[in-house]
């Protein structure tokens, strides 16, 4: 039968059991406590024996609770942090909800409106219609009657046509009619102008829409520079977003991969699919700079041949012109020097566009054959000369 706290049975044979043997973990009565078999080993009063093992398990239980503890607050951090995240998914769908909800509101207003001017211009059309007729209606009508009379006229005897000679003379005097044109020239002109700017309204709408689905498909992820390429006649930041020109060369580790003769570096990913990344431009004196895309073989020595034709395509900025690196070079008739340039990536379609994010107009667009990724490029030229990556 148990006995007390510790479950102590007694020995049929000897009694009960009020020992320990901590080497064999064995319960021991006052016989096999002096018997051979425990001389050797540490034995002690079941009273005494239980401390330290009370003693491991309070410690083992604390250890487990604040483990459980530390476990319980990172699950609950975890949920905040997953309940920001849904509460931010919520807080743009309905952004989109709404957005898309005002681009058909807005349709829907020109499209009322395109209708109203179409059915304003029907109106017009058809007014100046029976205004026309009913002129050339009268004009037929007088003209009728003139016939009738002189036809009666020309049937009379001689005598008789005589006496009102002159009177029936004016009467066959001929008025000149001067006929009604249909349509006005102003109503003309208004159905020109409306027709022209229906013409390029599935262009438009088009445009939108691929320009849509280009911009959501693109990855606008974060880009750095990779330090490994960077020239040594380059600074880089920090947190690899941006460079500047030095004139005292950087002691930096030789690499096959560091751009030599040409301030130049890559960005630290290749891409392909749809991508997207901008960069403010910052000119020194007569300084000068390129934005290009380029292949994962670039050349890294010596200077460059800045052509499509050796998978380069860039744009270069300087103070008095730009121009695109096509084959023959393509001046850019820009109104002013782009202080920020976006270069959106179309790997499939084979295109590199270069666009100005400060008034959102396309500068060009490159077509372009990859093999491999397609990696960003930057190099700038004179002191006070820097790019910075945006995003």
């Known amino acids: 039968m148990p006995l007390g706290l510790l479950g102590e049975t007694y020995y049929k044979a000897h009694g ?22 425990h001389q050797a080993h540490t034995v002690g009063f079941l009273d005494e024996a239980i401390h330290p093992y009370r003693d491991r398990l309070r410690s083992r239980l604390e250890a487990l609770s604040m483990q459980r503890d530390e476990i319980e607050d990172i699950k609950s951090w975890e949920d905040q942090k997953i309940q920001v995240l849904l509460t931010r ?6 952004q989109v909800e709404a957005a898309f909800e005002r681009l058909q509101q807005d349709q829907r207003k020109q499209h009322c409106l395109l209708l109203a001017r179409l059915t304003e211009l029907e109106w017009q059309i058809w007014k100046e219609r029976d205004e026309y007729i009913s002129k050339v209606t009268e004009e037929v009508a007088r003209l009728g009657v003139q016939v009738n009379e002189l036809e009666e006229k020309c049937q009379q005897l001689a005598s008789e046509l005589l006496q009102d000679v002159r009177v029936n003379q004016s009467r066959c005097e001929m008025k000149t009619f001067v006929s009604p044109e249909a349509i006005s020239p102003d109503l003309v002109k208004k159905i020109r102008n409306l027709h022209r700017k229906m013409v390029t309204l599935p262009e ?16 606008s992820g974060v880009i750095t520079l990779d330090a490994q390429t960077t020239s040594r ?8 977003k941006s460079i500047r020109y030095t004139l005292q060369k950087q002691t930096l580790p030789d690499s ?5 003769g040409l301030p130049a570096v890559l960005g630290s990913a290749g891409f392909s699919g749809r991508h997207r990344w901008q960069v403010e ?7 000068s700079c390129t934005v290009r895309v380029a292949g994962e073989g670039v050349r890294r020595r010596g200077e460059q041949d800045l052509s499509t034709d050796k998978g380069v395509w860039a744009m270069i900025i300087s103070h008095q012109q730009c121009w695109a690196s096509t084959s023959t070079g393509t001046d850019l008739p820009l109104n002013d ?14 295109q590199v566009t270069l666009l100005n994010t400060e008034t959102h107009a396309p500068i060009f667009t490159f077509t372009a054959s990859f093999s491999g ?14 790019l910075t990556l945006k995003g």
């Open 337 to 350: 020097i782009p202080r920020s340039v976006a270069v959106a990536l179309d790997y499939e379609a084979g």
């Open 281 to 287: 431009v910052q000119l020194g004196d007569r300084g």
């Open 373 to 386: 990724k397609a990696f960003p490029f930057f190099a700038v030229w004179k002191k006070g000369s820097c």
């Open 233 to 240: 006649c380059l600074v880089l930041s920090e947190d690899r």
């Open 89 to 94: 998914i919520e807080s743009k769908k309905q």
């Open 16 to 37: 009960e059991k009020i020992y320990f043997c901590e080497n064999d973990a064995e319960f021991l009565c006052v016989f096999c406590q002096e018997g051979p078999t």
């Open 204 to 219: 438009i709408m088009g445009t939108f829409s691929e320009n849509l689905v280009c911009h959501l498909e693109t990855d």
């Open 256 to 260: 096959p991969l560091r751009f030599e």
